[in-house]
Protein backbone atom coordinates (compact mmCIF):
# COMPACT_ATOMS: atom_id res chain seq x y z
CA UNK A 1 0.00 0.00 0.00
CA UNK A 2 0.96 3.35 -0.72
CA UNK A 3 2.09 5.86 1.82
CA UNK A 4 1.84 3.11 4.49
CA UNK A 5 0.79 4.51 7.99
CA UNK A 6 4.40 3.39 10.35
CA UNK A 7 5.85 5.00 13.45
CA UNK A 8 8.47 6.35 11.02
CA UNK A 9 5.94 8.09 8.81
CA UNK A 10 4.74 9.35 11.77
CA UNK A 11 7.72 10.74 12.51
CA UNK A 12 8.75 12.19 9.17
CA UNK A 13 5.36 14.21 9.25
CA UNK A 14 5.91 15.70 12.50
CA UNK A 15 8.97 17.53 10.66
CA UNK A 16 6.13 19.35 8.89
CA UNK A 17 4.09 19.77 11.06
CA UNK A 18 1.74 17.13 9.93
CA UNK A 19 0.60 19.63 6.96
CA UNK A 20 1.80 17.12 4.16
CA UNK A 21 -0.52 14.04 4.65
CA UNK A 22 -1.68 12.56 1.52
CA UNK A 23 -5.67 12.55 1.85
CA UNK A 24 -6.77 8.94 2.32
CA UNK A 25 -8.56 8.27 -0.73
CA UNK A 26 -9.74 10.00 -4.10
CA UNK A 27 -12.11 11.97 -5.07
CA UNK A 28 -12.50 10.90 -8.74
CA UNK A 29 -15.61 11.57 -11.63
CA UNK A 30 -17.77 8.50 -12.42
CA UNK A 31 -16.67 6.29 -15.37
CA UNK A 32 -18.68 5.57 -18.05
CA UNK A 33 -18.75 1.91 -17.19
CA UNK A 34 -17.85 -0.64 -14.73
CA UNK A 35 -17.73 -3.88 -13.69
CA UNK A 36 -19.27 -3.38 -11.03
CA UNK A 37 -21.03 -1.17 -8.90
CA UNK A 38 -22.00 -0.57 -5.23
CA UNK A 39 -24.88 1.56 -3.67
CA UNK A 40 -23.74 2.71 -0.77
CA UNK A 41 -20.72 3.96 0.82
CA UNK A 42 -21.44 2.69 4.66
CA UNK A 43 -18.72 0.22 5.89
CA UNK A 44 -20.63 -2.42 4.67
CA UNK A 45 -20.54 -1.28 1.44
CA UNK A 46 -17.20 -0.05 1.32
CA UNK A 47 -15.73 -3.42 2.80
CA UNK A 48 -17.37 -4.95 -0.24
CA UNK A 49 -15.69 -3.31 -2.97
CA UNK A 50 -12.34 -3.77 -0.56
CA UNK A 51 -13.04 -7.88 -0.52
CA UNK A 52 -14.44 -8.01 -4.74
CA UNK A 53 -11.16 -5.98 -5.43
CA UNK A 54 -8.39 -8.23 -2.76
CA UNK A 55 -10.18 -11.41 -3.36
CA UNK A 56 -12.23 -11.58 -6.24
CA UNK A 57 -9.41 -9.31 -8.34
CA UNK A 58 -12.49 -7.01 -9.59
CA UNK A 59 -10.50 -3.75 -9.69
CA UNK A 60 -12.57 -1.95 -12.22
CA UNK A 61 -15.42 -1.10 -9.98
CA UNK A 62 -16.71 1.97 -8.04
CA UNK A 63 -18.96 2.61 -4.41
CA UNK A 64 -21.81 5.32 -4.59
CA UNK A 65 -22.27 7.30 -1.83
CA UNK A 66 -25.36 9.69 -1.86
CA UNK A 67 -23.62 11.57 1.16
CA UNK A 68 -20.11 11.81 2.62
CA UNK A 69 -18.11 8.23 3.76
CA UNK A 70 -19.03 7.44 7.38
CA UNK A 71 -22.22 10.30 7.54
CA UNK A 72 -25.11 7.65 7.32
CA UNK A 73 -25.57 4.48 9.41
CA UNK A 74 -21.93 3.57 9.99
CA UNK A 75 -21.56 6.70 11.91
CA UNK A 76 -25.06 6.48 13.79
CA UNK A 77 -24.53 3.22 15.20
CA UNK A 78 -23.07 2.00 19.24
CA UNK A 79 -20.02 0.40 18.10
CA UNK A 80 -20.93 -3.10 19.35
CA UNK A 81 -19.81 -6.17 17.98
CA UNK A 82 -20.34 -9.71 19.39
CA UNK A 83 -21.53 -12.78 17.96
CA UNK A 84 -23.48 -14.79 20.76
CA UNK A 85 -26.44 -15.68 18.41
CA UNK A 86 -28.80 -18.31 19.12
CA UNK A 87 -29.04 -20.13 15.24
CA UNK A 88 -26.17 -21.99 13.81
CA UNK A 89 -26.63 -20.19 10.67
CA UNK A 90 -26.71 -15.97 12.70
CA UNK A 91 -23.34 -17.93 14.73
CA UNK A 92 -21.64 -18.84 11.73
CA UNK A 93 -22.43 -15.03 10.07
CA UNK A 94 -21.53 -13.05 12.96
CA UNK A 95 -18.20 -15.26 13.99
CA UNK A 96 -16.93 -14.98 10.66
CA UNK A 97 -16.97 -11.40 11.27
CA UNK A 98 -15.65 -11.35 14.66
CA UNK A 99 -12.25 -13.17 13.64
CA UNK A 100 -12.11 -10.77 10.50
CA UNK A 101 -11.92 -7.56 13.31
CA UNK A 102 -9.82 -8.95 15.36
CA UNK A 103 -6.73 -8.62 12.50
CA UNK A 104 -8.69 -5.79 11.03
CA UNK A 105 -6.30 -2.97 11.96
CA UNK A 106 -3.62 -4.50 10.66
CA UNK A 107 -4.88 -5.85 7.45
CA UNK A 108 -6.02 -2.28 6.94
CA UNK A 109 -2.93 -0.51 8.26
CA UNK A 110 -5.71 1.66 9.95
CA UNK A 111 -6.17 1.37 13.87
CA UNK A 112 -10.11 0.91 13.94
CA UNK A 113 -9.92 0.69 17.79
CA UNK A 114 -11.10 -2.48 18.37
CA UNK A 115 -11.55 -3.14 21.95
CA UNK A 116 -12.80 -6.85 23.30
CA UNK A 117 -13.36 -5.36 26.48
CA UNK A 118 -16.39 -8.31 26.57
CA UNK A 119 -20.11 -7.95 26.14
CA UNK A 120 -22.87 -8.46 29.24
CA UNK A 121 -26.33 -9.51 28.40
CA UNK A 122 -28.48 -9.46 31.28
CA UNK A 123 -31.40 -11.51 32.66
CA UNK A 124 -34.07 -9.89 34.16
CA UNK A 125 -37.17 -12.75 34.69
CA UNK A 126 -36.54 -16.25 34.67
CA UNK A 127 -37.89 -16.90 30.82
CA UNK A 128 -34.67 -14.71 30.52
CA UNK A 129 -32.80 -17.09 32.67
CA UNK A 130 -33.80 -19.94 30.69
CA UNK A 131 -33.65 -18.63 27.26
CA UNK A 132 -29.79 -16.67 28.00
CA UNK A 133 -28.44 -20.49 29.63
CA UNK A 134 -29.97 -22.00 25.95
CA UNK A 135 -28.20 -19.73 23.82
CA UNK A 136 -25.15 -20.05 26.29
CA UNK A 137 -25.10 -23.54 25.13
CA UNK A 138 -26.10 -23.23 21.71
CA UNK A 139 -23.05 -20.84 21.35
CA UNK A 140 -20.40 -22.89 23.33
CA UNK A 141 -21.86 -25.98 20.67
CA UNK A 142 -20.97 -23.80 17.70
CA UNK A 143 -17.41 -22.74 19.12
CA UNK A 144 -18.74 -19.30 20.04
CA UNK A 145 -16.92 -17.95 24.15
CA UNK A 146 -19.82 -17.92 25.89
CA UNK A 147 -20.64 -17.98 29.83
CA UNK A 148 -23.00 -17.46 31.99
CA UNK A 149 -23.32 -15.28 35.14
CA UNK A 150 -25.07 -15.64 37.87
CA UNK A 151 -25.73 -11.88 40.11
CA UNK A 152 -22.51 -11.52 42.20
CA UNK A 153 -20.44 -12.30 39.16
CA UNK A 154 -22.57 -9.65 37.55
CA UNK A 155 -21.55 -7.33 39.97
CA UNK A 156 -18.57 -8.09 39.86
CA UNK A 157 -17.57 -8.03 36.26
CA UNK A 158 -19.86 -4.24 36.24
CA UNK A 159 -19.45 -3.27 40.04
CA UNK A 160 -21.68 0.02 39.30
CA UNK A 161 -24.79 -2.78 38.34
CA UNK A 162 -27.66 -2.04 40.64
CA UNK A 163 -28.49 -6.22 41.95
CA UNK A 164 -31.30 -4.53 44.45
CA UNK A 165 -33.67 -7.40 43.96
CA UNK A 166 -36.43 -4.69 45.03
CA UNK A 167 -36.08 -2.97 41.66
CA UNK A 168 -38.58 -3.32 38.80
CA UNK A 169 -36.63 -5.17 37.01
CA UNK A 170 -33.90 -6.94 38.84
CA UNK A 171 -30.80 -8.66 37.56
CA UNK A 172 -31.25 -12.24 37.86
CA UNK A 173 -27.81 -13.27 35.99
CA UNK A 174 -26.41 -12.33 32.91
CA UNK A 175 -24.16 -14.13 29.90
CA UNK A 176 -20.18 -13.01 28.79
CA UNK A 177 -18.77 -13.03 25.39
CA UNK A 178 -15.24 -11.60 26.47
CA UNK A 179 -14.17 -11.84 22.51
CA UNK A 180 -16.90 -9.26 22.11
CA UNK A 181 -16.66 -5.54 22.27
CA UNK A 182 -16.25 -2.04 20.75
CA UNK A 183 -14.77 -0.14 17.63
CA UNK A 184 -14.24 2.87 16.47
CA UNK A 185 -17.23 3.17 13.64
CA UNK A 186 -15.81 5.86 11.69
CA UNK A 187 -12.29 4.52 11.43
CA UNK A 188 -13.98 1.03 9.77
CA UNK A 189 -15.47 3.14 6.91
CA UNK A 190 -12.33 5.42 6.59
CA UNK A 191 -10.10 2.26 6.57
CA UNK A 192 -11.96 0.15 4.02
CA UNK A 193 -12.48 3.40 2.02
CA UNK A 194 -8.54 3.81 1.98
CA UNK A 195 -7.90 0.15 1.02
CA UNK A 196 -10.26 -0.04 -1.26
CA UNK A 197 -9.13 3.46 -2.95
CA UNK A 198 -5.33 1.94 -3.12
CA UNK A 199 -6.68 -0.86 -5.33
CA UNK A 200 -7.60 1.35 -7.39
CA UNK A 201 -11.86 1.11 -6.50
CA UNK A 202 -13.56 4.54 -7.42
CA UNK A 203 -15.51 6.06 -4.53
CA UNK A 204 -17.80 8.73 -5.32
CA UNK A 205 -19.51 10.62 -3.16
CA UNK A 206 -22.37 12.74 -3.34
CA UNK A 207 -23.72 10.85 -6.13
CA UNK A 208 -27.50 9.97 -5.58
CA UNK A 209 -28.78 6.87 -7.74
CA UNK A 210 -31.99 7.77 -9.24
CA UNK A 211 -33.06 5.09 -11.21
CA UNK A 212 -31.56 1.47 -12.21
CA UNK A 213 -32.19 0.47 -16.27
CA UNK A 214 -33.26 -3.20 -16.89
CA UNK A 215 -33.55 -4.83 -19.91
CA UNK A 216 -35.89 -7.69 -19.33
CA UNK A 217 -34.58 -9.71 -16.57
CA UNK A 218 -31.22 -8.49 -16.41
CA UNK A 219 -29.49 -4.59 -15.46
CA UNK A 220 -27.97 -2.99 -17.65
CA UNK A 221 -26.50 0.38 -15.52
CA UNK A 222 -27.50 3.22 -13.65
CA UNK A 223 -29.19 6.97 -13.57
CA UNK A 224 -27.70 9.02 -11.02
CA UNK A 225 -26.95 12.18 -9.86
CA UNK A 226 -23.72 12.19 -11.74
CA UNK A 227 -24.97 10.84 -14.90
CA UNK A 228 -25.72 7.53 -16.25
CA UNK A 229 -22.88 4.47 -15.05
CA UNK A 230 -22.75 0.92 -17.72
CA UNK A 231 -22.60 -1.80 -15.53
CA UNK A 232 -23.83 -5.48 -15.35
CA UNK A 233 -23.63 -6.31 -11.48
CA UNK A 234 -25.39 -3.85 -9.06
CA UNK A 235 -24.58 -4.59 -5.20
CA UNK A 236 -27.01 -2.58 -3.49
CA UNK A 237 -26.13 -1.59 0.06
CA UNK A 238 -28.15 1.01 1.43
CA UNK A 239 -29.76 -0.20 4.60
CA UNK A 240 -32.64 1.86 5.81
CA UNK A 241 -33.20 3.11 1.96
CA UNK A 242 -33.08 -0.72 0.83
CA UNK A 243 -36.30 -0.68 -0.59
CA UNK A 244 -36.46 2.68 -2.15
CA UNK A 245 -33.38 1.52 -4.28
CA UNK A 246 -35.52 -2.01 -5.00
CA UNK A 247 -38.62 -0.09 -6.15
CA UNK A 248 -36.15 1.77 -9.05
CA UNK A 249 -36.06 -2.20 -10.54
CA UNK A 250 -39.56 -2.89 -10.06
CA UNK A 251 -38.76 -4.94 -6.89
CA UNK A 252 -40.55 -5.22 -3.22
CA UNK A 253 -38.25 -6.19 -0.44
CA UNK A 254 -39.29 -7.68 2.95
CA UNK A 255 -38.48 -4.48 5.07
CA UNK A 256 -39.63 -1.87 7.22
CA UNK A 257 -37.17 1.04 8.04
CA UNK A 258 -37.78 2.56 11.43
CA UNK A 259 -35.53 4.84 12.97
CA UNK A 260 -33.27 3.94 15.78
CA UNK A 261 -31.71 6.23 18.61
CA UNK A 262 -28.74 6.21 20.26
CA UNK A 263 -27.34 9.19 22.28
CA UNK A 264 -24.16 10.19 24.56
CA UNK A 265 -23.98 11.80 27.39
CA UNK A 266 -21.19 14.36 28.44
CA UNK A 267 -17.59 13.01 28.94
CA UNK A 268 -16.31 11.87 32.28
CA UNK A 269 -13.41 9.62 33.68
CA UNK A 270 -13.35 5.94 33.39
CA UNK A 271 -16.18 4.32 34.98
CA UNK A 272 -17.69 1.34 33.02
CA UNK A 273 -15.35 -0.70 31.06
CA UNK A 274 -17.44 -3.34 29.24
CA UNK A 275 -20.66 -3.20 27.21
CA UNK A 276 -23.55 -4.04 28.85
CA UNK A 277 -27.13 -4.64 27.55
CA UNK A 278 -30.48 -5.81 28.55
CA UNK A 279 -33.16 -7.01 26.27
CA UNK A 280 -35.95 -7.20 28.59
CA UNK A 281 -35.53 -3.18 29.74
CA UNK A 282 -33.98 -2.25 26.28
CA UNK A 283 -31.20 -0.21 27.06
CA UNK A 284 -27.08 -1.26 26.55
CA UNK A 285 -24.64 1.52 27.42
CA UNK A 286 -20.42 1.38 27.12
CA UNK A 287 -18.35 4.22 27.21
CA UNK A 288 -15.84 5.63 24.40
CA UNK A 289 -12.40 6.59 24.45
CA UNK A 290 -13.49 10.29 25.12
CA UNK A 291 -15.52 9.33 28.62
CA UNK A 292 -18.98 9.76 26.63
CA UNK A 293 -21.39 6.98 27.89
CA UNK A 294 -22.68 5.69 24.79
CA UNK A 295 -26.53 4.75 24.84
CA UNK A 296 -28.33 3.08 22.98
CA UNK A 297 -32.33 2.93 22.53
CA UNK A 298 -35.00 1.18 20.88
CA UNK A 299 -36.81 1.14 17.61
CA UNK A 300 -39.86 3.25 16.84
CA UNK A 301 -42.36 1.26 15.92
CA UNK A 302 -43.57 3.20 12.70
CA UNK A 303 -42.44 3.37 9.31
CA UNK A 304 -40.24 6.61 8.78
CA UNK A 305 -36.92 8.34 7.18
CA UNK A 306 -36.85 10.88 9.03
CA UNK A 307 -33.54 10.12 10.63
CA UNK A 308 -34.91 11.45 14.12
CA UNK A 309 -37.57 9.32 16.18
CA UNK A 310 -39.51 10.18 19.11
CA UNK A 311 -39.10 11.31 22.73
CA UNK A 312 -40.84 8.84 24.16
CA UNK A 313 -38.41 6.27 23.14
CA UNK A 314 -35.52 8.05 24.70
CA UNK A 315 -37.13 8.65 28.08
CA UNK A 316 -38.35 4.69 28.59
CA UNK A 317 -34.81 4.00 27.55
CA UNK A 318 -33.06 6.43 30.12
CA UNK A 319 -35.25 5.26 33.16
CA UNK A 320 -34.00 1.69 32.55
CA UNK A 321 -30.49 2.98 32.85
CA UNK A 322 -30.80 4.69 35.65
CA UNK A 323 -32.31 1.94 37.54
CA UNK A 324 -30.00 0.08 36.53
CA UNK A 325 -26.79 2.39 37.18
CA UNK A 326 -28.24 4.88 39.85
CA UNK A 327 -24.65 6.30 39.82
CA UNK A 328 -25.34 7.82 36.40
CA UNK A 329 -28.38 10.26 37.56
CA UNK A 330 -26.80 13.40 37.55
CA UNK A 331 -25.22 13.06 33.78
CA UNK A 332 -26.34 15.04 31.34
CA UNK A 333 -26.87 14.07 27.77
CA UNK A 334 -24.98 15.64 25.13
CA UNK A 335 -26.00 14.54 22.08
CA UNK A 336 -29.47 12.14 20.57
CA UNK A 337 -29.93 11.38 16.67
CA UNK A 338 -31.76 8.53 14.85
CA UNK A 339 -30.84 6.60 11.94
CA UNK A 340 -32.77 4.47 9.68
CA UNK A 341 -32.82 0.89 10.13
CA UNK A 342 -34.26 -1.62 7.67
CA UNK A 343 -35.97 -4.15 9.57
CA UNK A 344 -36.62 -7.85 8.28
CA UNK A 345 -39.65 -9.93 9.45
CA UNK A 346 -36.90 -12.59 11.04
CA UNK A 347 -34.80 -10.05 12.29
CA UNK A 348 -32.13 -11.93 10.04
CA UNK A 349 -30.18 -10.01 7.33
CA UNK A 350 -30.21 -10.63 3.72
CA UNK A 351 -27.61 -11.14 1.78
CA UNK A 352 -28.76 -12.20 -2.08
CA UNK A 353 -29.09 -12.65 -5.55
CA UNK A 354 -32.38 -11.33 -6.86
CA UNK A 355 -34.83 -12.60 -9.72
CA UNK A 356 -33.35 -9.91 -12.18
CA UNK A 357 -30.10 -11.11 -13.25
CA UNK A 358 -26.89 -8.96 -12.24
CA UNK A 359 -28.85 -7.14 -9.13
CA UNK A 360 -28.00 -8.25 -5.67
CA UNK A 361 -28.75 -7.01 -1.87
CA UNK A 362 -27.19 -7.07 1.01
CA UNK A 363 -29.86 -5.27 3.32
CA UNK A 364 -31.96 -6.13 6.47
CA UNK A 365 -29.77 -5.47 9.53
CA UNK A 366 -31.99 -3.65 11.37
CA UNK A 367 -30.96 -2.60 14.27
CA UNK A 368 -27.49 -5.09 14.68
CA UNK A 369 -25.55 -4.32 11.50
CA UNK A 370 -22.30 -2.91 12.03
CA UNK A 371 -20.77 -5.97 14.01
CA UNK A 372 -21.06 -7.97 10.49
CA UNK A 373 -19.65 -5.04 8.60
CA UNK A 374 -16.66 -7.26 7.90
CA UNK A 375 -17.89 -10.37 7.24
CA UNK A 376 -20.90 -9.19 5.80
CA UNK A 377 -18.68 -7.12 2.86
CA UNK A 378 -16.42 -10.31 2.40
CA UNK A 379 -19.68 -12.66 1.92
CA UNK A 380 -21.22 -10.10 -0.31
CA UNK A 381 -18.53 -9.62 -2.77
CA UNK A 382 -18.14 -13.77 -3.06
CA UNK A 383 -21.90 -13.56 -3.71
CA UNK A 384 -21.63 -11.08 -6.05
CA UNK A 385 -18.19 -11.88 -7.84
CA UNK A 386 -19.43 -15.70 -8.27
CA UNK A 387 -23.10 -15.03 -8.79
CA UNK A 388 -23.58 -17.83 -5.96
CA UNK A 389 -23.82 -17.05 -2.17
CA UNK A 390 -20.74 -18.46 0.10
CA UNK A 391 -22.06 -20.94 2.45
CA UNK A 392 -22.23 -18.71 5.60
CA UNK A 393 -24.39 -17.09 3.85
CA UNK A 394 -26.51 -19.06 1.43
CA UNK A 395 -29.53 -19.35 4.55
CA UNK A 396 -29.31 -15.26 4.18
CA UNK A 397 -31.35 -15.48 1.03
CA UNK A 398 -34.52 -13.54 -0.19
CA UNK A 399 -35.63 -16.88 -1.35
CA UNK A 400 -36.02 -17.73 2.73
CA UNK A 401 -39.33 -15.54 2.50
CA UNK A 402 -40.98 -18.37 0.12
CA UNK A 403 -39.97 -21.27 1.23
CA UNK A 404 -40.14 -20.00 4.76
CA UNK A 405 -37.00 -21.22 6.01
CA UNK A 406 -36.60 -18.17 8.18
CA UNK A 407 -33.55 -17.68 10.46
CA UNK A 408 -35.46 -16.43 13.31
CA UNK A 409 -33.38 -14.39 15.62
CA UNK A 410 -36.41 -12.19 16.41
CA UNK A 411 -35.76 -12.42 20.68
CA UNK A 412 -34.17 -15.21 20.81
CA UNK A 413 -30.41 -13.57 20.86
CA UNK A 414 -30.32 -11.43 23.29
CA UNK A 415 -31.10 -9.31 20.56
CA UNK A 416 -32.24 -5.30 21.81
CA UNK A 417 -34.81 -5.38 19.02
CA UNK B 1 -42.96 12.41 17.86
CA UNK B 2 -45.95 13.47 16.56
CA UNK B 3 -50.25 14.47 17.24
CA UNK B 4 -52.48 11.85 16.06
CA UNK B 5 -56.37 13.22 15.16
CA UNK B 6 -57.93 9.56 16.64
CA UNK B 7 -61.13 9.40 14.58
CA UNK B 8 -62.80 8.68 17.63
CA UNK B 9 -61.40 10.67 20.49
CA UNK B 10 -59.53 13.54 18.69
CA UNK B 11 -55.93 14.87 19.01
CA UNK B 12 -53.56 12.37 21.41
CA UNK B 13 -49.72 12.09 21.71
CA UNK B 14 -48.16 9.55 18.99
CA UNK B 15 -46.87 7.57 22.15
CA UNK B 16 -50.37 6.56 22.50
CA UNK B 17 -50.93 4.72 19.62
CA UNK B 18 -49.27 1.71 17.31
CA UNK B 19 -48.50 1.04 13.85
CA UNK B 20 -49.99 -1.57 12.31
CA UNK B 21 -47.93 -0.93 8.97
CA UNK B 22 -49.06 -0.87 5.20
CA UNK B 23 -52.51 -0.16 4.77
CA UNK B 24 -55.21 -1.63 2.06
CA UNK B 25 -53.31 -5.09 2.44
CA UNK B 26 -56.31 -7.49 1.06
CA UNK B 27 -56.46 -11.09 3.17
CA UNK B 28 -56.60 -13.55 0.49
CA UNK B 29 -59.84 -15.04 -0.52
CA UNK B 30 -59.29 -18.16 -1.15
CA UNK B 31 -56.26 -19.52 1.04
CA UNK B 32 -56.23 -23.04 0.07
CA UNK B 33 -55.35 -21.71 -3.37
CA UNK B 34 -52.58 -19.57 -3.18
CA UNK B 35 -48.83 -20.40 -4.09
CA UNK B 36 -45.90 -19.74 -2.04
CA UNK B 37 -44.77 -17.22 -4.01
CA UNK B 38 -48.43 -15.72 -3.06
CA UNK B 39 -48.21 -15.98 0.12
CA UNK B 40 -44.62 -14.47 0.62
CA UNK B 41 -45.93 -11.23 -1.10
CA UNK B 42 -49.31 -11.15 1.78
CA UNK B 43 -47.08 -11.77 4.16
CA UNK B 44 -43.72 -9.88 3.90
CA UNK B 45 -43.14 -7.99 1.11
CA UNK B 46 -43.98 -4.43 1.36
CA UNK B 47 -43.60 -1.03 -0.14
CA UNK B 48 -42.19 0.48 2.67
CA UNK B 49 -42.42 3.75 0.72
CA UNK B 50 -40.70 6.80 1.37
CA UNK B 51 -43.08 9.64 0.93
CA UNK B 52 -46.91 9.59 1.18
CA UNK B 53 -47.96 5.91 2.90
CA UNK B 54 -51.19 4.77 3.51
CA UNK B 55 -50.90 3.05 6.54
CA UNK B 56 -52.81 1.07 9.85
CA UNK B 57 -52.98 2.86 13.01
CA UNK B 58 -54.59 1.87 16.71
CA UNK B 59 -55.38 3.82 19.30
CA UNK B 60 -53.95 1.35 21.59
CA UNK B 61 -53.61 3.19 25.03
CA UNK B 62 -57.42 4.96 24.50
CA UNK B 63 -60.31 3.77 22.78
CA UNK B 64 -58.11 0.84 21.55
CA UNK B 65 -60.25 1.25 17.87
CA UNK B 66 -57.59 0.81 14.48
CA UNK B 67 -58.24 3.35 11.74
CA UNK B 68 -56.41 4.91 8.32
CA UNK B 69 -53.95 7.19 8.12
CA UNK B 70 -51.94 8.83 5.24
CA UNK B 71 -48.59 9.69 6.31
CA UNK B 72 -45.29 11.39 4.20
CA UNK B 73 -42.74 8.97 6.08
CA UNK B 74 -40.29 11.44 4.59
CA UNK B 75 -41.29 13.96 7.50
CA UNK B 76 -43.79 12.57 9.63
CA UNK B 77 -46.76 15.13 8.50
CA UNK B 78 -50.39 13.28 8.53
CA UNK B 79 -52.33 13.82 5.19
CA UNK B 80 -55.32 12.45 6.42
CA UNK B 81 -57.26 10.13 8.96
CA UNK B 82 -59.92 8.06 8.12
CA UNK B 83 -61.77 4.95 9.94
CA UNK B 84 -61.81 1.60 8.87
CA UNK B 85 -64.21 0.73 6.02
CA UNK B 86 -63.97 4.18 4.60
CA UNK B 87 -62.60 4.83 1.04
CA UNK B 88 -58.89 6.06 1.00
CA UNK B 89 -58.90 9.56 0.02
CA UNK B 90 -57.05 10.88 -2.69
CA UNK B 91 -53.77 12.62 -2.16
Sequence with gaps: MKNKYSIFS???NAFSQHENWKQAWGNPEPKKEYEAVIVGGGGHGLATAYYLAKKHNMKNIAVLEKGWIGGGNTGRNTTIIRS??????????????????ENLSQELNYNIMFSQRGVMNLAHNLQDVRD???RTHANRLNGIDAVWLDTKQVKEFCPIINISQDIRYPVLGGTLQRRAGTARHDAVAWGYARGADAMGVDIIQNCEVKGIKRNGDHVEGLDTTKGFIKTKKIGVVAAGHSSVIANMAGLKLPLESKPLQALVSEPVKPIIDTVVMSNAVHAYVSQSDKGELVIGAGTDAYISYTQRGSHDVVEGTLKAILELYPIFSRMKMLRQWGGIVDICPDASPIISKTNIKGLYFNCGWGTGGFKATPGSGDLFAHTIANDEPHKLNAAFNLNRFVSGDLVDEHGAAAVAH | MFVINCPYCGERDQSEFSCGGEAHIVRPKQPTE???DEWA????????????????????HGCRKWFNMVRDTSNDKIHAVYKMGEKPPVI
Design chain 1, 10 to 12: LIK
Design chain 1, 84 to 101: NYLWDASAGLYDHALKIW
Design chain 1, 132 to 134: LKR
Design chain 2, 34 to 36: LSD
Design chain 2, 41 to 60: EYLFMRKNIKGVQFERWNHA
